[in-house]
């Protein structure tokens, strides 16, 4: 699918990024996001809430983060909550915070890639 099939899709609100990993060089993204299915308009309410979904990003000709998580943004350090995915301009911007005394970061990720694939790797209700 393309970044704006992904976005029109899959409602990121209140899921977190777990991890991200990019291939420079095979030009691919990968993020693995505790997922709110509850949120999904195609949700069944017969299955578990909440789980794991990889989301890998193919050809991605741009990726950009702020500066306040770049220290930490390939670490299993980063645990941050999706407040938003949009598409805009040709790019899928992410905006998240990580909570952290005493304030609160708000970053955003700017991805511009050709396709996106999901993968469903876990369910479970918390």
């Known amino acids: 699918m393309t970044p704006l099939e992904f976005v029109e899709r899959y409602y990121l609100h209140d899921s977190s990024i777990?991890?991200?990993d990019f291939d420079a060089d095979k030009k691919v993204l990968t993020l693995i996001i505790e997922f709110c299915f509850w949120w999904q308009p195609w949700y069944n309410k017969d299955e578990p809430?909440?789980?794991?979904?990889?989301v890998t990003f193919k050809n991605v000709s741009r990726?950009?983060?702020?500066?306040?998580?770049?220290?930490r943004i390939f670490s299993?350090?980063?645990?941050?909550e999706i407040l938003l995915g949009n598409y805009d301009d040709?790019?899928?911007?992410?905006?998240?915070?990580?909570?952290?005394?005493?304030?609160?970061?708000?970053?955003?990720?700017?991805?511009?890639?050709?396709?996106v694939e999901v993968e469903e790797l876990s369910r479970?209700?918390?």
């Open 76 to 80: 299993d350090e980063l645990d941050s």
């Open 49 to 54: 809430k909440n789980g794991l979904i990889r």
């Open 18 to 20: 777990e991890k991200v």
């Open 90 to 115: 040709g790019n899928l911007i992410i905006v998240a915070v990580e909570y952290l005394e005493p304030e609160d970061i708000y970053y955003r990720l700017k991805i511009k890639a050709v396709g």
């Open 63 to 71: 990726f950009e983060y702020d500066d306040d998580i770049a220290g």
């Open 124 to 126: 479970y209700t918390l």
